[in-house]
């Protein structure tokens, strides 16, 4: 089954095309929490996922509680923020868990972290620096989880062609 992606009210369609081509690829499942930036009919979206919109089982929700509500077991979530005291690779995911990811330009609630601060992760970076784009930072989280699980279900092996 792999995880599940979480987008908390994403701004940027390029983005979330992006994400929606790294749960294709790795069988994982997207929720999409409103507001969203953009129409799910945007043709950046749609253009960042390429033909891989078929792989991809997406679902909405008004807001975050509404997800929680439904699937929130008290160890199946991990928020990433840059204000988390763990590093991604520190923790242990689990086949089906749920990562978390806030809004390009605010990331998640403050709130939120705070309620949650022992299921919060980070992703190493320059101290100079503000945060990794939330695309490439839900790959890095989606395969530690992967790698974690030995990428079950996933290719691992692969072939030159030849000439």
């Known amino acids: 089954m792999a995880f599940n992606i ?3 009210e994403p701004e940027i369609p390029q983005n979330a095309g992006n994400i929606a081509r790294t749960a294709a690829v790795t069988g994982c499942k997207l929720h999409l929490v409103r507001p969203l930036g953009f129409e799910v009919s945007d043709k950046y979206l749609k253009r960042a996922g390429l033909d891989y919109w078929h792989l991809v089982d997406i679902y909405y929700y ?3 509680k509404e997800l929680m509500d439904k699937y929130y077991v008290g160890d199946n979530f991990w928020f990433f923020s840059t204000k988390a005291k763990h590093i991604h690779s520190e923790v242990r995911y689990k086949d089906g ?3 978390v990811f806030g809004k390009e330009t605010k990331g998640l609630p ?3 972290l ?3 601060y022992d299921e919060c992760v980070r992703l190493p970076m320059r101290e100079e620096t503000r945060s990794l784009n ?3 930072s839900v790959c890095v989280g989606v395969y530690e989880g992967l790698r974690q699980l030995n990428y079950a279900g996933l290719k691992t092996e692969g072939e030159i062609p030849k000439r």
């Open 6 to 8: 979480v987008l908390v």
């Open 62 to 64: 008004d807001n975050l």
């Open 97 to 99: 868990d749920f990562l």
């Open 110 to 112: 403050e709130d939120l």
């Open 114 to 116: 705070k309620a949650h």
């Open 134 to 136: 939330l695309s490439n």
